[in-house]
């Protein structure tokens, strides 16, 4: 590389720094999700979080001056936005904490890379390269093992295993179709904060609706822990962390992006560990390397975008 040449995208500062950022806390967020399910239906801790992620991002554009109306197709990119991460994904995530540990959630949550990679090759252009397919394998089989380590440990609860993963994977599936919707140019064409906070406002909306005619009235716990829990998951995991993200797929992509799920779980599972009695064994370990050993050949694969 000349000199004098500029850095590539993914080596500068203004995309490491968010993206360690966005990586710690959301490492963190796995467990705190884990006590919001204590009382609360799940349904309207999802909508009590977006209802104050979404206020905030309002706050904050009005702060910095972003124009705050969106158009026809601005309001259509919003909706999407909001039904796919701040509804379909985060419901999800919640209910599958109900059946498995948020450690094993966040593992099978790093296989997020695979449909974001596939869906910018078919929806970007962004070219799936054999050394992404074969590090894309080595993750799968690590996830099997995974999976084959919590039905040995459990067999009674071997059907709330293979249902926690599988409402894991739907959610990764609705986080990956936002992901790319952040790749589009009609994503770039609005000012980030506006458009992140009238797509939660309206997750939250869709989000009480469902909780409403799912679970029945709102319910709230008024423990200190839980209200701390929904101002961080509100504030840190979603208002700071989301633009952080997104900022970061604008300028490396949605794969490489994705590559935060490769640390991301680490920090989950010790976590899981410590507070949730998580026990290790030889299998699972295995399996847990398989799946960073295989997302990291799968990363190293791919060019960044430049």
């Known amino acids: ?16 720094i968010p993206f360690a950022i966005v990586t710690l806390i959301w490492g963190s967020t796995w467990i705190v999700i884990r006590d919001q399910l204590s009382v609360v239906p799940a349904n309207w801790s999802v909508a009590y979080r977006f209802a104050i992620a979404g206020v905030a991002m309002l706050a904050w554009a009005a702060i910095r001056r972003e124009p705050m109306r969106l158009d026809a197709r601005g309001w259509r990119f919003a909706a999407m936005l909001g039904v796919t991460q701040f509804v379909l994904n985060f419901n999800f995530v919640y209910q599958a904490e109900r059946f498995i540990t948020s450690g094993l959630v966040a593992v099978v949550f790093a296989l997020l890379i695979v449909p974001n990679a596939v869906l910018s090759w ?31 440990a459990d067999l009674n609860g071997a059907g709330d295993v293979a249902l926690g993963i599988g409402i894991t994977l739907l959610g990764v599936m609705s986080a990956s179709s936002a992901n790319v919707l952040q790749g589009t140019q009609t994503a770039r064409a609005y000012p980030m904060a506006t458009m992140l906070g009238h797509a939660m406002l309206i997750g939250a909306v869709i989000d009480a609706l469902a909780a409403l005619a799912l679970v029945g009235p709102p319910v709230f716990d008024w423990r200190p822990g839980y209200i701390a829990g929904l101002l961080f998951l509100g504030i840190a995991g979603s208002a700071i962390a989301f633009p952080l993200y997104y900022g970061v797929i604008r300028a490396i992509g949605p794969a490489r992006a994705a590559y935060n799920g490769v640390v991301v779980p680490v920090i989950a599972m010790l976590l899981s560990t410590l507070f949730e009695g998580y026990r290790w064994s030889v299998l699972a370990a295995l399996g847990g390397v398989l799946v960073l050993v295989g997302l990291v050949v799968a990363l190293r694969a791919r060019r960044p975008v430049r």
């Open 1 to 16: 590389m000349n000199a004098g040449a500029p850095a590539p995208a993914a080596s500068r500062a203004s995309v490491l």
């Open 122 to 152: 078919r929806f970007l252009g962004q070219r799936v390269t054999r050394g992404f397919l074969i590090g894309s394998a080595i993750a799968m089989a690590g996830t099997a093992l995974l999976f084959i380590h919590e039905l040995r």
